[in-house]
């Protein structure tokens, strides 16, 4: 079975760092695009990054660029996103997830359980 | 940036009925949509891709449809499972945005 357990969630400071971590099993992970996905306590869904398979095309959305970091390690089927000058507003649930059909268009098929991020 | 509205943010509907939602999106973005629903305290879970294609395991009542601008979300006979929180994803363009979320309850 297909999964992506997610790691790193914490309670930090404002202004702190946090690296959050994906762990990728059962499919070819490189060969796949990656997404964070976030929600802040009681809210919606709001898209945070995606990376394609092989790393080449990253994209950010304008409340965390700059900020956060996105990246993968295909040799260990991991993926990562580092988190710098945390804020408040950066508190939620962090999902990981995968993109259906190898690329961005098709929305995401798999997801993790998410990782608490406490700001 | 594109901006997704969902219509309505709450609904509330009884056992076999046939609901629709309304995601309509601030420019074009050809068939690139995706609906999830999500379950309270559950990560969301993909139900349609490019607008109108059901996701595998997906039970055939739901379905999609729309191009461009507007699309919409059908449940053809609401199941007890099916109340929960549906959202809209363009995947069209950067940033790929979701619309606020449309709230199903029973009545």
């Known amino acids: 079975e297909i999964q992506l357990l997610e790691s790193g969630g914490d309670l930090v400071q404002p202004g702190g760092s946090l690296r959050l971590s994906c762990a990728a099993s059962e499919f070819t992970f490189n060969t796949f695009a990656m997404n964070w996905v976030r929600q802040a306590p009681g809210k919606g869904l709001e898209w945070v990054s995606s990376i394609s398979g092989g790393g080449g095309r990253i994209d950010y959305a304008d409340s965390v660029r700059g900020r956060f970091t996105i990246s993968r390690d295909n040799s260990k089927n991991t993926l990562y996103l580092q988190m710098n000058s945390l804020r408040v507003d950066d508190t939620g649930l962090y999902y990981c997830?995968?993109?259906?059909?190898?690329?961005?268009?098709?929305?995401?098929?798999?997801w993790g359980q998410g990782t608490t991020v406490t700001v | 940036d594109i901006q997704l509205t969902q219509s309505p943010s709450f609904l509330s509907a009884s056992v076999g009925d046939r609901v629709t939602i309304t995601c309509r999106a601030s420019q074009g973005i050809n068939s690139y949509l995706a609906w999830y629903q999500q379950q309270p305290g559950k990560a969301p879970k993909l139900l349609i891709y490019?607008?109108?294609s059901l996701q595998s395991g997906v039970p055939s009542r739901f379905s999609g449809s729309g191009s461009g601008t507007e699309f919409t979300l059908t449940i053809s006979s609401l199941q007890p499972e099916d109340f929960a929180t549906y959202y809209c994803q363009q995947l069209n363009s950067y940033p790929h945005s979701f619309g606020q979320g449309t709230k199903l309850e029973i009545k």
């Open positions: 997830a995968k993109s259906a059909l190898g690329t961005f268009y098709y929305g995401m098929d798999v």
């Open positions: 490019a607008a109108s």
